[in-house]
């Protein structure tokens, strides 16, 4: 069975927040495109045989979190030459 690694992100703002619990070791792969002036942001998270696709606010938000996570537990290394 795989391993479970959840993060919970917060979402949204005010009285009605609510928070995303997500298995990081089931991401396959994701893609984020920032807001332009032509196109609002958008976060897709892939699954493998599944999609979760977030836009505007939500997008970046969870998109700076899963940044976050990655910088945490593999942070970049410098090499020394």
């Known amino acids: 069975m795989t391993e479970?690694?959840?993060?919970t992100v917060t979402l949204g703002s005010?009285?009605?927040p609510s928070v995303l619990l997500l298995d990081i070791n089931k991401l396959c792969f994701l893609t984020f495109k920032p807001e332009t002036r032509e196109q609002t942001a958008k976060l897709v998270l892939d699954f493998g045989s599944s999609q979760k696709i977030f836009e505007k606010t939500e997008a970046g938000?969870?998109?700076?979190?899963?940044?976050?996570?990655?910088?945490?537990?593999?942070?970049?290394?410098?090499?020394?030459?």
């Open 14 to 16: 005010g009285e009605t």
């Open 4 to 7: 479970t690694k959840f993060i």
């Open 61 to 81: 938000q969870v998109y700076q979190e899963l940044v976050k996570h990655t910088e945490q537990h593999n942070p970049v290394r410098s090499s020394e030459h």
